[in-house]
């Protein structure tokens, strides 16, 4: 939720407005979600994700290779896996253990996403 707003690292005004309703029916807890798309969840390759690229004709008639931010790959020739991830799955599970890791009283967060 963090990062989303005019001043980074704060939350954007609807979701802050969402998450204070919310919060009358249940408890709302915030996690930042830096760098949590950018790291490989299932491997442990300290490099960052890489955007998929396919190959496109642009508007101008070109052809180039033009990156699909939805989609990221985990770079073999970097020490990772060489899976294709989903950008919001991959952040979903590391919000998911970040969560978990805040309700189970670890206030810090995984190394690999602190940089």
């Known amino acids: ?3 989303e707003g005019l001043i980074k ?8 407005a969402f998450a204070c ?9 915030v996690v930042d ?4 798309s950018k790291k490989h969840f299932d491997c442990q390759t300290p490099e960052d994700l890489e955007n998929q690229r396919v190959t496109r004709m642009c508007r101008d008639g070109v052809i180039r290779k033009v990156p699909v931010h939805k989609v990221l790959h985990c770079l073999r020739k970097h020490g990772g896996c060489g899976k ?8 979903a599970k590391h919000s ?3 969560l978990q ?9 995984p190394f690999r996403l602190r940089h």
């Open 1 to 3: 939720m963090a990062g």
């Open 9 to 16: 690292r704060s939350v954007a005004g609807p979701v802050k």
């Open 21 to 29: 309703k919310l919060s009358r029916y249940c408890e709302v807890v």
């Open 33 to 36: 979600e830096f760098r949590t």
């Open 84 to 91: 294709s991830v989903d950008r919001d799955v991959n952040a």
């Open 96 to 98: 998911l253990s970040i």
């Open 101 to 109: 890791n805040q309700l189970a009283g670890i206030s810090e967060r």
